[in-house]
Structures are given as C-alpha cells and as structure tokens.
C-alpha cells in the first residue's frame, strides 16, 4: 500500500487552536498516586535498542529520551529494563547498583529537556528463556530428549539410529510422535513456561522475583525516577502468571485469585523498597487475544485486585503473545507481535479499523473499577493518534490517561505542537510497523518518516545508523 493511501486511512483531524488545547481534557493534570502529572499524555515503553551488551544507559539512550522529553508529554516511560544482572543483549538493565549511575543521567537528561514539565517512569521486566528455532540435524542429533515411549518406537535401534530414523520421517508423521514440546522445540525453538514447575528456577519464580522486581525499583528510586511501571503485559513472566493458560499448582495458578497472587507480592515487595513519593504501577493486557486467553472480563477483576492493592496507576495494553506467533526462520527466535495477538497489540493501516482497538475493553475495566469505589487511574493505548480520539475517550469516562507510543515516535514534538496551536505540523504516523519491524531484528529503532524530510539544518550533524538512517527525529524549532 501507497504512503499516499495510507495516509488517507488516517483518522480525520481538524487540530485545535492554542486556546482549545489549552481547555482539552487530554491536557489537563491527572494524579497518579503520589505523583502528579501536568497533563493526561503519555509515551508509553518503547525499546528502542540504544543500550549496549552491558545494559547500560549509553549517550543515545539519553539523546533518544531527551528527543521524546522535548515533546514535554505528561508521562514519559522508559522501555523495558531487566531486573537480573544477566546478559540480555543490548536491554537496558536495572539489576545492580552499579546501574544507578547511568539512569540518574538519563532522568537529569530528561528533566531538563521537559523543563521539569515531564513525569519519567520506568517498565521493569522479566521475560523467560527462548531458543532460536534450531536446524533439524542440530535438533535431532542433540536437543531431542528420547523417551521411553520413543525407544519404543524402534526397540531394535541404538539412540544414534533411533536419532536417524525420527529425522528421516516427515512432519506429519512427527506431529504424531513426538511430545507437544518437542515438536515446538523443532518447530519454532524451545521456549520455557511459568508451568514448567519442573525445572527448579521456574518453580521458585515466585519466591524470586518480588525481591528482584523490589531491588531493581529502589535502584531507579535512587536514579530519581517519578516511578515504576511492573511490566505484566504482552509474552512476559508476570503475564504469564496472570494468564488463563497458568495451570501451575502451587497456588499461583489455576483460579483468577491464584493468577494475580505474584503480581500483587510483587508489588507489595516493590511499594515497601521505594519511597512513598514513588509511583509503583503496572501494564497489563485487556485482553491477550490468543485462543483460551484472558478477556476484558479478567481484565476487569485483575484491574480490581490490583488497584485495591493500592497501585498508583494501571495501564492497559493488548496481545503480543508467543502463543500465536508465526514460525520463525531457522537460526532466528520466535517473536511474539507477529501473529493476530501482536496485531491487536499494534494495530497497522493494513487492518480495517486499527483505531482505539483497545478502548471498548478498557472501558470495562473502568467501569469495574467506579463500581468496586475505586479511582486508580487508568491507562489506554493502541492506535490513538488525534487529540478527537483522546479527548473521546476522556470524556466517555472510558479511561483516565491517553498513551500514544507510534504516534510519538514519528513526531516526538506532537504534543507540544498541539497544545501551541501547531497541530497542521504534527508529521503523523502511518501505522505501517516499519519501527516495529526493527525492533523484531533488534536494530536500531527509527521511523521511516525521518529520512523523508531533505535539507533539514541538522541533515549534516544528526547520528546515523551504518546503513545512514537518522537515529533521531528531525529537529523542531519553536
Ligand atoms: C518499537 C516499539 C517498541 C516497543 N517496546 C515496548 C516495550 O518495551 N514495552 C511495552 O510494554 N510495549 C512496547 N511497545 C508497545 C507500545 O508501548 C504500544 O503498546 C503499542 O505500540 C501500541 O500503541 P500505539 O498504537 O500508540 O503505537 C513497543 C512498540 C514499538 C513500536
Ligand atoms: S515507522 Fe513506526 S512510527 Fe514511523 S510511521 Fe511507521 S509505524 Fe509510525
């Protein structure tokens, strides 16, 4: 599809004058437990991939959310931030003291771009291990364990001919033989579960991360972050234990009440290491789309549990789940926005309708929540690119804060121009997932839309990736 037409499928906007902005609901104050924030905007995590192997805030992690900042949104979160002190390629890590330095720049960084005007929280993340989809040789001379029901396939062979001949037989044939797991160990990579109790430190995850989600929280307090975002969503460890697919029987899964038990120890372990000037919220789906999945209506009671808990503030996403993800190539790791749940999660102008998808769930979480007496404010996002969209949304009670994440990263500076009066200059997002494409081959994030615009004054002096796309949006002069 055409630019062109793309940019014909766009939501129509008429933009508002300075003195409209000024009286937008999206622009006024909204208070997230402690914290105040000046308006209802929000930039939610986006990985950009500007740390490096260390994990640490490099100068173009700092030059990209100082980038952002400029925009002076409400809330500004940082992307995903591993609370273990392991090797996570280049992933901003969280997980040692020796971090706190790093991320204190990066929060001085940001400050003084807003003006102090934005609120800077961080999403902390633990995510389980996944193998890259092995070569079948690899897989069946090494990787397949071969089990008693197996050998009895072929008594008569040793386990190298026994190897040989599961090789040898087509796919088909496989899928009847082998165990589920193995077959999607051969197919798309091994890929551990919450379920997998088994294995020791699967087993132990609830014991383990609440200390570990408590600590890499105090570390970002100390940095001087306005606050935490827990992250619950999409394919990741505390999703899964929230997930209905949680089958674990000990007590942290089965039953909803069960599923939501190590969210809310984890973030009565993060509440009591922080400051009580410290936002501790989370990002969980309103719906995980997938087959067996959570709906809006577990949504709704999670949302409940979680804000009776006493978090300060809870930000709904949807999809990206491993569930339905598409095979990856050989040598490559599955990835879990390539199927329909990572669609719903960031909806593209190829879909029919890829606006405010994740509004109407929304909207039943907060009705959930007036019904059960409480105020906790809540957060949407999923194509929401003009301030009608928001301002909807806002004024249908249907959620407390409007989060735009593309939207921001084709235009860090589409805030501010809305609230001067400067909307027809907002360069606005197509929704095609160049960027989110970049970031599935974990490349430098950028927007296609950059590189469109010749002769700027900084064409010369901007970084650039090797294959000289611009690491940064072009800049905006008041
Ligand atoms: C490049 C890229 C990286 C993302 N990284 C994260 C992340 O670290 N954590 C997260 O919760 N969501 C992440 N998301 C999802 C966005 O926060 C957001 O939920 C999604 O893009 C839908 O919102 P939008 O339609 O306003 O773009 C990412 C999205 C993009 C495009
Ligand atoms: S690259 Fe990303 S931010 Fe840029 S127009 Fe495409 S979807 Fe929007």
Redesign the pocket.
């Known amino acids: 599809m055409s630019d062109k037409r793309r940019e014909k499928l766009l939501p129509v906007s008429s933009w508002p004058t300075r003195e409209e902005a000024a009286r937008a609901r999206w622009f006024q104050p909204v208070t997230l437990g402690p914290v105040t924030a000046a308006t209802r905007t929000w930039v939610?995590?986006?990985?950009?991939w500007r740390s490096n192997e260390a994990g640490e805030v490099t100068p173009q992690v700092i030059a990209w959310y100082e980038r952002f900042a400029r925009g002076r949104p409400g809330v500004l979160v940082v992307?995903?931030t591993g609370i273990r002190d392991v090797p996570s390629g280049p992933l901003l890590r969280a997980g040692d003291d020796r971090f706190v330095e790093g991320l204190s720049r990066l929060v001085d960084a940001v400050k003084r771009a807003s003006g102090g005007e934005t609120k800077l929280f961080i999403?902390l993340i633990d995510f389980l291990a996944i193998k890259r989809r092995p070569q079948r040789s690899v897989f069946f001379s090494r990787f397949l364990q071969l089990t008693p029901a197996l050998r009895a396939l072929r008594p008569e062979l040793d386990d190298a001919g026994l190897r040989a001949h599961l090789e040898s037989l087509d796919d088909q044939t496989l899928a009847t033989l082998l165990p589920p797991r193995e077959l999607e160990a051969l197919q798309f990579g091994l890929r551990e579960r919450v379920t997998d109790t088994h294995l020791p430190h699967l087993a132990a995850l609830p014991q383990v991360l609440p200390g570990l989600f408590a600590a890499a929280a105090s570390r970002c307090a100390k940095a001087g972050f306005d606050g935490v975002e827990l992250?619950s969503?999409?394919a990741y460890t505390l999703a899964s234990f929230l997930s209905a697919l949680n089958t674990r029987t000990d007590g942290y899964g089965g039953e909803r009440a069960n599923r939501v038990r190590l969210p809310l120890e984890v973030f009565a372990a993060t509440r009591a290491a922080v400051p009580a000037s410290f936002a501790v919220g989370c990002?969980f789906l309103a719906d995980e789309i997938i087959a067996g999945g959570n709906r809006s209506d577990d949504a709704a009671f999670f949302g409940v549990q979680l804000a009776r808990a006493g978090m300060d503030f809870l930000s709904l996403?949807r999809g990206g789940k491993f569930e339905d993800a598409k095979q990856p190539r050989v040598g490559a790791s599955a990835y879990p926005y390539t199927g329909p749940s990572g669609h719903e999660?960031?909806?593209t102008t190829k879909l029919e309708h890829p606006w405010g998808r994740n509004v109407s769930a929304a909207a039943q979480v907060k009705q959930a929540l007036l019904a059960a007496g409480l105020r906790t404010p809540l957060v949407v996002?999923?194509?929401?690119?003009t301030l009608a969209q928001a301002e909807a949304i806002l004024e249908n009670d249907e959620a407390d804060v409007v989060?735009?994440?593309?939207?921001s990263?084709a235009d860090p500076d589409w805030l501010l121009k809305l609230r001067l009066g400067q909307g027809a200059s907002i360069r606005r997002c197509l929704?095609t997932?160049y960027?989110?494409g970049?970031?599935q081959s974990h490349q430098a994030?950028t927007c296609q839309l950059w590189d469109r615009a010749k002769g700027l004054p900084d064409d010369d002096t901007v970084p650039r990736t090797a294959d000289r796309r611009r690491l940064l949006a072009p800049a905006w002069e008041l």
């Open positions: 939610p995590a986006m990985v950009p992307e995903a999403q992250h969503a999409h990002r996403s999660c960031m909806p996002c999923g194509g929401i690119a989060a735009s994440a593309r939207q990263l929704f997932n960027c989110e970049l970031d994030v």
